[in-house]
């Protein structure tokens, strides 16, 4: 919980500096509630914690390959 602003305003604010920022968001939520209450669209790269190390790993490593690799439509997935 951040206080004064949530995950999606501040992806907002720092992607009007750094346009090809890639977000990756960690909510303990699960995914389907938070895409059904309209918080987030679908196609963002979502942790729901607890998440193993190595998830959290391939999601940062996911977003980092979608920045270098300019329009790709990797999705990273933590299979529990």
């Given at each position: 919980?951040?206080?004064?602003?949530?995950g999606?305003?501040?992806?907002?604010?720092?992607k009007r500096d750094?346009?090809d920022m890639?977000?990756?968001?960690?909510?303990g939520?699960?995914?389907?509630?938070?895409?059904?209450?309209?918080?987030?669209?679908?196609?963002?790269?979502?942790?729901?914690k607890p998440m193993?190390?190595?998830?959290?790993?391939n999601?940062?490593d996911q977003?980092?390959?979608r920045?270098?690799?300019?329009?790709a439509?990797?999705?990273?997935?933590?299979?529990?």
């Open positions: 919980v951040m206080p004064g602003a949530n999606p305003e501040l992806a907002k604010r720092l750094r346009p890639d977000v990756v968001y960690m909510s939520y699960e995914a389907g509630n938070i895409v059904a209450a309209g918080i987030l669209p679908e196609e963002v790269s979502l942790l729901e193993a190390p190595d998830c959290l790993l999601h940062i977003a980092l390959s920045r270098s690799a300019a329009g439509a990797a999705k990273a997935s933590c299979a529990d």
